[in-house]
């Protein structure tokens, strides 16, 4: 579902929490203005669950390809955007205790994943750069008349820089962050007028970063919130525990899928089955969990469809080509061919679908700034007030 489309409402209770909210004491402090609000909250959960329901239905030849991931991020955006109208509607209550500290971890958490947003706009450029070195093979070998020697070698050498590539991950990676800029602010520098599309001041991540330290840092002490804190904020810190959830799964996702420094899927996953959206996210997880443990996915800078297409192709290229001896015979020229087909669809899906993720991505890491920035802003306000 696009994120244009992410304000419809549902009217039902919060019975998903294992409690009804609507069975309060009306003469609590903070109680709220109208059911509508309650109504709102209850509708975000459910959408929630919804748009997880509907990733946890692909099948396994979809899971974690480009579109999938694409489509994880829509998810996200649209989370986001209800969430942010839900603190826009209730800011007043946000700088009141317990709600202060579920929205100060909640800030605290948005800036770490900033910091991984950064890393996989780093990883999506070392997948452009793979992409590079198959349409060299295509140049060399695709479209031509006859194959000869020269072509194989010149086809020969990219196919190895391609497969050095894809194993020196660590190499890679760090040659990236000092290449590529985190997303936001224009750059002026010298360096950064030559590659039109690095777009701000600051470095990416440290030569220093973990993925795998920064997502066990944006989900340590996730925990669902206590029934009496539920009730002192009226259902506001389900709505904040939720989307934090939300937050440490996509991220978590991203790290698995693609490239990045010090990748790591040890991050602990534990969520009561009261809530809505819990079975497909734990679905999901052990899912992709799965699929880290194939003996052919053990070793792989990424568990992308797209990288592990790449690494199938690049592989039975290069195989391939050194079982090759002049002049070609019609067979072997035949099965070359093939190969050259089967390299250039993978090369055309991921042309096609890295631009779009890259832009995404970008849309991400803006979207959690200002939804960072209204809360503290509407906290300020609130602050100033009193």
Not at 203 to 223: C, E, K
Request: charged residues 30%.
């Amino acid at each position: 579902m696009p994120a244009t489309d992410c304000r419809e409402a549902s009217a039902a209770s919060f019975s998903g929490f294992g409690f009804s909210i609507l069975n309060r004491r009306h003469d609590q402090v903070h109680s709220m203005d109208s059911p509508r609000q309650e109504i709102e909250l209850d509708s975000f959960q459910k959408q929630v669950a919804e748009r997880f329901h509907d990733l946890a239905a692909v099948d396994s030849d979809e899971l974690l390809s480009i579109p999938w991931i694409r489509k994880l991020l829509d998810a996200f955006l649209c989370c986001q955007e209800e969430f942010r109208l839900i603190v826009f509607k209730n800011k007043d209550f946000l700088n009141r205790h317990p709600m202060d500290r579920y929205v100060s971890e909640f800030s605290e958490r948005s800036v770490k994943a900033l910091d991984v947003c950064n890393a996989i706009r780093d990883g999506i450029e070392k997948i452009r750069q793979w992409q590079m070195q198959l349409e060299i093979v295509l140049c060399a070998l695709d479209n031509q008349r006859s194959l000869g020697d020269g072509q194989i070698r010149r086809a020969k050498k990219a196919l190895i820089d391609l497969a050095i590539g894809m194993l020196d991950e660590k190499e890679s990676n760090t040659t990236l962050a000092h290449r590529n800029r985190s997303f936001g602010r224009n750059n002026v520098t010298r360096e950064n007028k030559s590659v039109g599309h690095y777009r701000s001041l600051s470095w990416s991540v440290s030569r220093s970063w973990s993925a795998a330290r920064q997502l066990q840092a944006i989900g340590n002490n996730l925990v669902a919130p206590r029934a009496n804190e539920i009730m002192a904020t009226n259902g506001l810190n389900v709505a904040v525990f939720t989307m934090n959830y939300v937050l440490f799964f996509v991220m978590w996702a991203l790290v698995a899928a693609i490239p990045c420094q010090d990748r790591g899927l040890q991050s602990h996953f534990s969520v009561t089955r009261q809530f809505v959206w819990s079975l497909p996210v734990i679905s999901l997880h052990e899912r992709i969990l799965e699929e880290s443990r194939k003996r052919d996915r053990k070793n792989s800078c990424g568990l992308l469809k797209e990288i592990h297409e790449i690494e199938k192709c690049s592989q039975h290229m290069n195989e391939l080509t050194d079982s090759i001896h002049f002049p070609l015979n019609e067979l072997k020229e035949g099965e070359v061919r093939q190969r050259i087909r089967e390299l250039r669809r993978v090369y055309s899906s991921i042309k096609d679908e890295l631009d779009p993720l890259e832009r995404q991505v970008r849309e991400v890491f803006c979207r959690i700034v200002r939804c960072r920035t209204e809360g503290l802003d509407s906290i300020g306000r609130a602050n100033s007030r009193d």
